[in-house]
């Protein structure tokens, strides 16, 4: 019993009415629909308009042959992948030869033998339709492919954030506890030398009283306490002093100061916004980088210019903040001594190392900080690579490519702000950040 396939569609182009009625009421017998045509040209235009599941074409026509027909089929993106089976009464191997490399799949010989047809028709037809499936399973499946490398890649992107956060969390819990330790001893011993200093500076005080007393009421004291008064220039001494205990007590309070410094850069507010000044945090910053701003045996000093503009508290994790300024205005230190490299003294004396702090309301709702440098800058593919997750520009063993992923972490993601560089080699390197207020 013959297939049935009352849903497949056949096109037969042939210029002989016989054989193309013979074929009509064969093939239509069976189920199929069929469609007719008598030269080429229309042949294609009917296969471009209704694309059939197979066609049988016939070799000599008038026009163009089936040759060229098959051609044309099969250079047409809509139609190539329609079978083609060629009807001829040649059985020249060269013709059969020369249809199988135009691309059709088989000959059906002249006159037909209508059960031989109808076998071949129905067998290219299967495997017409197991290549649609075969097509369609390929389409499924690299739909499934490409949501489960979607669903992967989501997931390696999440579990790189939850990586960051918690190197994040780790270095600012391990830098908090280092700093205000530090802070908490320095505070100690300051805290004594502090109160006996006071003491001590009043003692002084009335012992150089005393001894300036007794000078004026024993003008001749005798030729011994003479000798030991010129000995230890007593005047120089009296006059001295006094001074050493005033640039004592300057040196305790810029031991406050680093020790303040150091309490607010390390600011344990990693669980709660707080409202804050932000110019706090810069200068706690920039007070705790200042070794490395100072001059140097081979570089003055790397000058800082604050710009800073009247700005409101900022609800924001200060400590994390911190963190990004710390990173930002450690890498324009590093770009400003690689810019260095090769330069003398003077050179650098006559163009000083620069680093801008800005700070001014963007809008109503941001404040934006801004810090430049004067450095080499960047080049186009630093520049768009910057804040990629383990990209460093600097030798192994002195960046990890953590810091500025982290830094656009804590203002995209934790404060909902902007942050951007600015930058061409040879031009400096601006990183623009914008806060919300609240």
């Not at 849903?7 to 074929?23: A, C």
Request: net charge negative; charged share 25%; with cysteine.
């Amino acid at each position: 019993m013959l297939f049935n396939a009352s849903h497949e569609v056949i096109l037969v182009i042939d210029d002989n009415p016989t054989n193309l009625e013979l074929l009509h009421n064969a093939l239509g017998s069976c189920g199929y629909e069929v469609l007719v045509e008598m030269d080429g040209f229309s042949g294609i235009e009917q296969a471009k308009n209704y694309p059939p599941d197979l066609i049988l074409l016939d070799v000599q026509m008038p026009g163009i042959d089936g040759f060229e027909t098959c051609r044309k089929l099969q250079f047409d993106p809509s139609t190539k992948n329609i079978p083609v089976i060629f009807m001829t009464a040649l059985t020249d191997t060269t013709d059969k030869v020369k249809g199988l490399h135009l691309g059709a799949v088989d000959y059906i010989t002249k006159p037909f033998r209508q059960e031989e047809a109808l076998a071949r028709i129905q067998t290219h037809l299967k495997i017409r339709r197991l290549s649609l499936e075969l097509e369609q399973q390929k389409q499924e499946l690299e739909q499934v492919v490409q949501k489960r490398t979607s669903e992967l890649t989501f997931t390696l992107q999440e579990l790189k954030k939850t990586q960051l956060q918690l190197i994040q969390n780790e270095k600012l819990s391990t830098i908090g506890q280092l700093v205000s330790g530090i802070a908490h001893e320095i505070n100690n011993p300051v805290g004594c030398i502090t109160g006996n200093l006071e003491q001590a500076t009043l003692a002084v005080k009335d012992a150089v009283d005393y001894i300036r007393l007794y000078q004026t009421n024993f003008p001749n004291p005798g030729i011994e306490i003479e000798q030991k008064a010129e000995e230890i220039d007593i005047e120089f001494l009296l006059e001295d002093l006094p001074k050493m205990f005033v640039s004592m007590q300057t040196g305790i309070e810029r031991i406050r100061n680093i020790s303040t410094s150091l309490r607010t850069f390390s600011r344990a507010d990693v669980d709660c916004k707080v409202s804050v000044n932000i110019h706090e945090g810069l200068e706690s910053t920039l007070m705790i980088l200042q070794h490395r701003l100072k001059a140097q045996d081979y570089r003055p000093a790397i000058q800082v210019i604050k710009k800073y503009g009247e700005i409101p508290k900022v609800e924001c994790y200060l400590g994390q903040l911190n963190q990004v300024f710390m990173n930002i205005l450690a890498n324009a230190i590093d770009a400003l001594e690689e810019a260095n490299l090769g330069r003398s003294y003077e050179a650098i004396k006559a163009s000083p190392n620069q680093i801008i702090v800005e700070t001014e309301m963007k809008n109503e709702q941001q404040v934006a900080i801004r810090i430049i440098d004067n450095g080499m800058g960047m080049t186009k593919d630093v520049k768009q690579r910057i804040f990629d997750h383990l990209f460093t520009t600097k030798p192994v063993g002195k960046g990890t490519g953590l810091g500025l992923t982290i830094a656009h972490q804590i203002i995209v993601e934790k404060h909902g702000g902007t942050i951007e560089v600015n930058s061409e080699w040879g031009g400096g390197t601006e990183f623009a950040i914008a806060l919300p207020i609240v």
